[in-house]
């Protein structure tokens, strides 16, 4: 099975962290990421300087990309303007996010459910008009923190508003979802006849056990952080994503080739600990892999 792991640690991991990062920092990071062999780097956000400082700057991050073969350079964008953006900026491919609560709708785009996936039609429909590859992500596909429990209806139905994307990404925004409702819904977005992946939070410690339960169903691709950094500014109580170290030495003792230098990504967790000036969540990076 082919599987592709994308590091979302430059956007998702650096957005919520009360450090922030120069736009070359960022860039610099992207690029020590990509030198792993990550087939993946979310390397900006297309989204309004006032309401993510952290994420300001998002043109010069993508002018100081190196050329990677290998590595797909993405950003995301939540609305036309942030299309508009990322095109002139010239991002290779663009990551669209949609919610699948009324309430988390609200508080992350000020606008309505229905508003928000009509929006997220129109940004799938003008990637693909000007031949950018597009992937869609439902937010809180499993446990939202202002309306609980998600039913797997509402998150297909919001999957379903991004069925023309090249493939679609199960996010569990705030570390809610167990498994079992991992594999289930994976395997339902999959009759949508899209490629399907997964973006989990770690926050409740099972991640890990989610992206294994995903993988045995179907799942070809998994977000993580570097050093399992992150957290949502619009979602109470979301913490750090899986680590793309942890799960690299999962995949590696289960067989599940990533392509990705383990002891690679554990250096460039280590060092992004020292810029920041503070510990990052991921248990490789404190602890190592082992044998060592």
């Not at 990551?95 to 988390?104: K, L, N, Q, R, Y």
């Amino acid at each position: 099975m082919s599987l592709a792991i994308c590091d979302v640690g430059p956007r998702d991991g650096l957005q919520n962290d009360a450090v922030l990062l120069a736009p070359a920092e960022r860039a610099r990071l992207s690029a020590e990421l990509a030198a792993t062999g990550l087939p993946g780097v979310e390397a900006a956000s297309f989204v309004r300087d006032d309401l993510v400082p952290a994420m300001a700057g998002a043109e010069q991050v993508i002018e100081e990309l190196p050329h990677a073969d290998g590595t797909t350079f993405s950003a995301l964008v939540l609305n036309e303007r942030g299309l508009r953006r990322a095109l002139a900026a010239g991002v290779e491919e663009v990551h669209i996010a949609v919610m699948a609560t009324e309430a988390f709708a609200q508080a992350n785009t000020r606008m309505s459910l229905e508003r928000a996936l009509e929006a997220g039609r129109t940004v799938v429909a003008g990637a693909k008009a000007a031949g950018v590859r597009v992937v869609g992500t439902v937010s809180v596909a499993f446990g939202c923190p202002f309306e609980g429990r998600v039913p797997p209806a509402a998150a297909l139905a919001a999957a379903e508003a991004l069925a023309a994307a090249d493939a679609i990404v199960l996010a569990d925004t705030i570390g809610v979802a167990t498994p079992r409702a991992v594999g289930s819904l994976v395997a339902q977005a999959l009759e949508l006849g899209r490629p399907v992946g997964v973006h989990l939070h770690d926050t409740r410690n099972t991640a890990i056990a989610g992206s294994l339960a995903a993988l045995a169903a179907g799942a070809t691709s998994f977000e993580t952080s570097v050093g399992g950094l992150g957290g949502c500014p619009f979602a109470p109580g979301a913490t750090g994503n899986l680590g793309t170290e942890d799960l690299v030495y999962v995949f590696e003792g289960e067989g599940v080739a990533t392509g990705v230098d383990l002891d690679a990504v554990i250096g460039v967790s280590r060092r992004l600990e020292q810029r920041l000036g503070h510990p990052v969540p991921a248990a490789l990076t404190r602890d190592g892999r082992w044998p060592a």
